[in-house]
């Protein structure tokens, strides 16, 4: 397998959190549902999760791009899926409830903010074909995902009574 150059491993970083994204918000989205209600949380949710598959499509196709890298650059992005999916489970345990998954989204939504902007800056430098304009689609997007993850936390913390026990 081809090695990887540090943008390269990022690229399979960024593809990976797309990948577990669309696992997230499934969860997130079963949390919310069994909880009954919050149809205009159910339904970001699935915009969000039509939006990581097109970035996993995207993001695929440009590592096809890269000369022998693309199946580094997937084996990177199933390593970061797997550690991104092991982090959702030990944060949404059986108990997890639609807040606690809102939760996770904010977290986990940052994160894509933030390496999707360290890609966009290293490729500065790397000049790759085609990266600008995907980092240039894709962070706007990132940053609304994140937005209306901290709005859907808030949203199902205000319904919360905050003197009940935890």
């Known amino acids: 397998m081809a090695d990887l150059t540090a943008l390269e491993s990022k690229i399979g970083e960024v593809l990976g959190l797309a990948m577990a994204a669309q696992g997230a918000t499934e969860k997130v989205g079963k949390l919310v549902e069994a909880e009954g209600g919050h149809d205009d949380l159910r339904r970001t949710l699935e915009r969000m999760d039509e939006e990581a598959r097109e970035t996993e499509e995207r993001t695929t196709e ?3 791009n890269l000369d022998g890298k693309k199946t580094a650059i997937l084996e990177k992005a199933r390593e970061t899926k797997q550690e991104a999916t092991e982090m959702m489970s ?3 345990g059986d108990d997890a409830d639609a807040l606690e998954g809102f939760e996770f989204l904010t977290m986990a939504e940052a994160g894509e903010v933030g390496h999707w902007s360290i890609v ?3 490729n500065e430098r790397a000049g790759v074909d085609g990266l600008e304009e995907l980092v240039g ?6 940053h ?3 937005e209306q993850a901290l709005t859907g936390s808030i949203e199902l913390a205000a319904d919360e009574d905050p003197n009940e026990p935890a």
């Open 62 to 64: 440009l590592a096809g």
């Open 90 to 92: 030990t944060y949404l």
């Open 120 to 122: 966009g800056k290293m």
């Open 137 to 142: 689609w894709v962070t706007p997007i990132q």
């Open 144 to 146: 609304k995902h994140f």
